[in-house]
């Protein structure tokens, strides 16, 4: 069965450096997420996009977050200068397409960043 | 938009008891709802979706209108149920399209 794939598993970074999350969701998918986890608290909504920009954004996706789809297949997540408050796992998420019952969300095994 | 409430952070039970995780909905117009699964070191799993009214691992969930409520069931709980478990209802509009998780219940099965 096919995969959302998500690189790396574990980041550390310094306060203040950029980092780079990657996913590559499944190939047919067009919907696209990326959520948030924050240890012990519940997985949070940051981004959707679709057709090659952002659907929907919550307020916690500030100017220091921006996604990518590069290249039709991998779909990034950039955070531009990381806070400790930014340590959390990230799970990318990837849908067939809309308002379907048929179509729920496939997650990644998510990338947990630590920021020292 | 539509949220939920899962009232039980932690939920205890001994295997082979029965075992209910409660979710509570708010909704403006049709709920879709699904109950999603992450067991220990893996990733967010669909568990069930309302409108297929399956039976997934022996779990079952009936949206109840009246309640407002997607309580999932198993009648004979199983070591191998413990995990975290997390409602999420759809909100949808347009081209939006997402899940919005409530706080989730971890479930320990004893043996």
């Known amino acids: 069965e096919p995969e959302v794939t998500q690189t790396p598993s574990h980041q550390v970074t310094q306060m203040g450096q950029e980092v780079i999350l990657r996913c590559v969701p499944i190939?047919?998918?067009?919907?696209f997420y990326w959520y948030r986890q924050i240890l012990g608290q519940k997985v949070e909504f940051l981004v959707s996009?679709?057709?090659?920009?952002?659907?929907?954004k919550s307020e916690i996706f500030d100017d220091q977050f921006s996604v990518e789809r590069p290249d039709g297949s991998n779909f990034t997540l950039k955070i531009r200068s990381t806070k400790l408050e930014d340590s959390a796992m990230y799970f990318c998420?990837?849908?067939?397409?809309?308002?379907?019952?048929?179509?729920?969300?496939?997650f990644g095994n998510g990338t947990r960043l630590t920021v020292t | 938009a539509q949220r939920v409430t899962q009232p039980e952070k932690l939920l205890s039970v001994f295997k082979g008891a029965p075992v209910e995780l409660k979710c509570n909905y708010s909704?403006?117009?049709?709920?879709?709802l699904f109950w999603y699964v992450q067991y220990s070191r893996q990733r967010l799993q669909l568990l069930l979706r309302h409108i297929s009214r399956e039976s997934i691992k022996g779990f079952t969930a009936d949206l109840n209108k009246g309640e407002t409520s997607f309580h999932l069931k198993k009648p004979f709980a199983q070591e191998e149920d413990s995990a975290m478990y997390y409602c999420?209802?759809?909100?949808?509009?347009?081209?939006?399209?997402?899940?919005?998780f409530g706080k989730g219940t971890l479930l320990t099965v004893n043996p």
């Open positions: 190939s047919n998918h067009l919907y």
């Open positions: 996009f679709y057709n090659n920009e952002i659907s929907e």
């Open positions: 998420a990837s849908s067939e397409g809309g308002r379907s019952y048929n179509s729920p969300l496939h």
């Open positions: 909704y403006s117009g049709s709920p879709e």
């Open positions: 999420a209802p759809l909100n949808s509009g347009g081209s939006n399209y997402k899940l919005t």
